[in-house]
């Protein structure tokens, strides 16, 4: 199949103009967006042709975040109910019993979760290699699902001996870290457009790394011209050990190491102040937006609205499935328009001196809430911005075809139907009935094509089993 046309659907571009089409359609050849428009502007048919009326068709979502091996070790009863500290130090002697086929496992449930969630191009940061693991584990099961994959080399130097949070049982030499980087980035990278797999130098976080790894890690993947990662400013525990350790907040940290610039970005980014944020714009940093995670680990809420008035580029992730716990990216931009509007109202409260019920002095001017189809574009464009990939996050002809469509007729949205884009937002998030990357479909209609669903789930709880057991 050479050429697919999509027809008489609801066609959600998200480009500049934002422009919406109520009876629309896609061609498309070999991978790529050839025409997008009304129905009378499209040829009448294809190699292969499907109607989808009554369906949206939105650009596919794109993850910035995650940890794919966490889907292992979700709800475990002893994190349950942690903050990020004490969770990551009851999780780490658990995740040093992982498997190389458990690499492979994990990263098939959590890219078939993103799928069946709208999901086209996902990041993953997986920082610890016990046993023998490699990344090469979850490359290989994100092109058996279909997926487009950000592969980020995590790296974990600075173990407990050291001053460092985890143990050194899951820390490795900072020598092999940064030959196993340059072996990843020769044998995978692929600068091109349209690419299925590129690489990513992600040193785990301020408190598991050394500044030393920070850097080479920047030098080498400046070497290739390969971007740049890193969880940062995560928590108030974060900021308190990079003060006292290293005699600077989080993001002058970075500063110092020479990790700013249009080719890095943060997961998280929550503890920040103005003048951070300044920084952040200066330099074209792009920033991960992980509302669920940030929720669940009570880490607090990053200041997105911020972000974006300084110009800041901001992409959701879903984070790792042991602080979400799910890989459900269409979720997630549903709470980050809901978590934008919780901060508007406790600012509001707390700026208050006599509240009304709805947290506001009477006659203040209604504050401007984040809207259905901007927490969309955080999802699709904004990360597309972030990953610094300029053939995702919207439908446009040239563009990768890379989408999802969901039928309109379901429960879930009735009574909605007025506005399909908001319905997929504010109503409660379902399962998506197709998602094509790269022109090929791995959901159709409502089922993954790629992977046997049934027998993954199996697989997965025996190694998640095996894990938790010890
Ligand atoms: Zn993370």
């Known amino acids: 199949m050479t050429t697919l046309l999509i027809k008489n659907a609801h066609i959600v571009t998200m480009d500049d103009h934002q422009r919406e089409i109520p009876e629309g359609g896609l061609f498309i050849r070999r991978g790529l967006i050839q025409e997008i428009g009304p129905m009378s502007e499209l040829p009448e048919t294809a190699d292969e042709v499907f109607d989808l009326k009554g369906h949206i068709v939105l650009p596919g979502l794109v993850n ?16 349950q ?16 019993r992982i498997k190389p086929e458990d690499i492979f496992t994990s990263a098939q449930t959590a890219l078939a979760e993103l799928a069946l969630s709208g999901c086209t191009t996902a990041s993953d940061h997986l920082y610890l290699f016990p046993n023998g693991s490699r990344l090469d584990d979850e490359i290989a099961a994100a092109q058996e699902i279909g997926l487009r994959l950000q592969a980020s080399r995590g790296s974990m130097s600075l173990g407990a001996s050291q001053g460092g949070l985890p143990p050194d049982s899951v820390v490795d030499s900072e020598d092999s870290i940064l030959k ?5 980035i020769e044998e995978y990278h692929d600068a091109r457009t349209g690419a299925m797999v590129q690489i990513v130098l992600a040193p785990c976080s301020p408190f598991t790394v050394t500044g030393d790894l920070m850097k080479q890690s920047a030098k080498l993947a400046r070497e290739y011209g390969v971007h740049l990662h890193t969880h940062l400013a995560e928590t108030e525990d974060e900021e308190q050990f990079c003060l006292q350790k290293f005699g600077h907040r989080p993001v002058g940290y970075m500063q ?43 880490s607090g809420i990053a200041p997105v609205k911020e972000y974006r008035a ?23 931009v549903r709470n980050a328009m809901l978590v934008s509007r919780v901060k508007e109202g406790i600012t509001g409260f707390s700026a208050s001196p006599s509240p009304t019920l709805s947290g506001r002095r009477a006659g203040d001017e209604v504050r401007k809430l984040m809207t259905a189809r901007e927490a969309l574009y955080l999802g699709t464009g904004g990360g597309a911005a972030v990953l610094g990939r300029k053939d995702i996050g919207s439908l446009e002809a040239g563009k990768c075809a890379d989408f999802f469509a969901i039928n309109l007729n379901r429960l879930e949205y009735a009574g909605a139907q007025h506005d399909p884009v908001a319905a997929v937002v504010f109503c409660q998030p379902v399962r998506v009935d197709y998602t094509v990357v790269d022109g090929k479909f791995v959901v ?13 789930i199996e697989k997965h709880n025996r190694a998640s089993k095996r894990l938790l057991a010890g």
């Open 256 to 298: 110092e190491l020479d990790w700013v610039g249009d080719d890095v970005w943060f997961a998280h980014a929550v503890w920040v102040n103005a003048e951070e944020i300044k920084v952040f714009a200066k330099h074209n940093c792009g920033v991960a937006h992980c509302p669920t995670s940030n929720m669940r680990l009570a």
């Open 180 to 184: 196993d980087s340059q072996r990843l």
């Open 310 to 332: 300084a110009g800041v580029n901001v992409g959701l992730g879903v984070d790792g499935s042991a602080s979400n716990d799910g890989s459900h990216l269409l979720a997630e």
């Open 81 to 96: 109910d942690a903050n990020l500290f004490n969770w990551l130090t009851t999780l780490y002697p658990i995740w040093a």
């Open 444 to 456: 159709r209609e409502g089922q993954l094509v790629t992977v046997d669903e049934g027998k993954l």
């Open 64 to 79: 910035t975040h995650h940890h794919f091996y966490q889907t292992l070790t979700r709800a475990v009863p002893a994190a």
